[in-house]
């Protein structure tokens, strides 16, 4: 139980760090 909602944050951050990356490069360009 616990193992899964650590997975499952350890996917959001990843997500939110790609999308923090992608809305950098649009405004960069």
Do not use: F, H, P, T
């Amino acid at each position: 139980m616990l193992k899964g909602a650590i997975d499952e944050v350890e996917n959001n951050v990843e997500n939110r760090l790609e999308w923090i990356d992608n809305v950098s490069k649009v405004n960069s360009s």
